[in-house]
């Protein structure tokens, strides 16, 4: 973070940065700084840092979760529905041109239609998968590759009928950028985030008694049911917040767990915590890279964090490969 909010194109040195803030905080007197550092760090950089943060750790510990649930190392939030939900809606809005939306929440319109567009089509995948009160987990994965189909075919539609304008708020919203970063921003997700951050730890015993199977985890007195519930509702609230603000930011959801148990375990009282802190480093580093590497032009990040992620995963796969021959 102290790296992010440094880099760019009006320069802070770390003197600069421990005046600024201590300036902030009424620790000092002494203004060694500019105005512009100060209004470029406060205005600009710091919320965006902090909104990267936010996402990449909302991503990332949701991402574990799911994989946890899932029993399944390939699995990610976008698999029930959160991120292709979230992308019809904000298409149709940029499309369609709802005004009434923009008249009603402003700046936030798209946002808004983005988190209902999440949440609509993931209560959809788990209604259709429940079948006599259970949720069976083939069924749910099943069900959500089905409804991200569905949902990416209208997505397509849609995009057929935009004009030239459109085409591009779709292209640079559906690669994910953090450039429309605020405070407004950050204090907008900050609720969701933090209940999906707070809580989602708290599912790590329960989800390493599930990867012994569903039977097994009921013997042992965990209602299962509740937990697939619990874990679906939880990163529904923390990606669909993110994507709202972000647009569609892949691999860190998938990449990052899978880091964290070939470095330290697969247990998932330290893997879903511990995909919090990297996915938000992770973040911030690919936003940094975004924003310097072709600047004064800004790189969507979600292209970044693809080509960093890529060749990671592809590592991994054939890591394991190796292990098991």
């Given amino acids: 973070m102290a790296l992010s909010v440094c880099i760019g194109a009006v320069k802070i040195s770390a003197g600069e940065l421990r005046s600024i803030l201590a300036y902030r905080m009424h620790l000092s007197d002494d203004v060694g700084f500019s105005r512009q ?12 840092v902090v909104l ?3 996402v990449g750790a909302s991503l990332a510990i949701s991402g574990a979760a799911m ?12 698999l029930i529905g959160i991120s292709s939900g979230a992308s019809l809606f904000a298409v149709l809005v940029i499309v369609l041109e709802l005004k009434f939306l923009t008249a009603a929440f402003g700046y936030y319109g798209l946002a808004i239609a983005a988190f209902v567009g999440a949440c609509l089509t993931t209560f959809l995948v788990y209604r259709v998968a429940v079948v006599g009160g259970r949720a069976s987990i083939a069924t749910l994965l099943l069900v959500g590759i089905a409804i991200n189909a569905l949902a990416g075919s209208f997505t397509g539609l849609l995009t057929y009928t935009a004009n030239d304008a459109q085409l591009r708020n779709i292209t640079f919203w559906t690669l994910g950028s953090l450039g429309g970063a605020s405070w407004k921003t950050v204090l907008s997700i900050l609720p969701f ?36 519930r619990i874990v679906v509702i939880l990163a529904t609230l923390g990606v669909g917040a993110s994507v709202a603000v972000s647009g569609v930011i892949g691999f860190i959801g998938l990449v990052v767990p899978h880091i964290l148990r070939m470095a330290i ?9 511990g995909s919090a802190l990297l996915g938000a480093t992770v973040l911030v580093l690919a936003d940094l890279i975004s924003r ?27 890591r394991e490969r190796m292990i098991k021959a």
């Fill in 52 to 54: 990267a943060v936010l």
């Fill in 193 to 228: 985030v933090l209940i999906s951050l707070s809580c989602l730890p708290w599912m790590a015993k329960r989800l390493n008694a599930l990867a012994l199977g569903e039977s097994q985890a009921g013997h042992m007195g965990i209602h299962v049911n509740m937990l697939k």
């Fill in 292 to 318: 310097t590497l072709v600047a004064p032009a800004e790189l969507p990040v979600g292209i970044v964090t693809a080509l960093i992620g890529s060749p990671i995963f592809i590592y991994i796969i054939l």
């Fill in 37 to 48: 550092q100060e209004a470029v760090l406060f205005g600009l950089r710091l919320p965006r």
């Fill in 67 to 78: 994989q946890g649930l899932f029993r399944n190392p390939l699995a990610e939030p976008g």
């Fill in 265 to 273: 375990s697969a247990d998932n009282r330290l893997v879903i915590p």
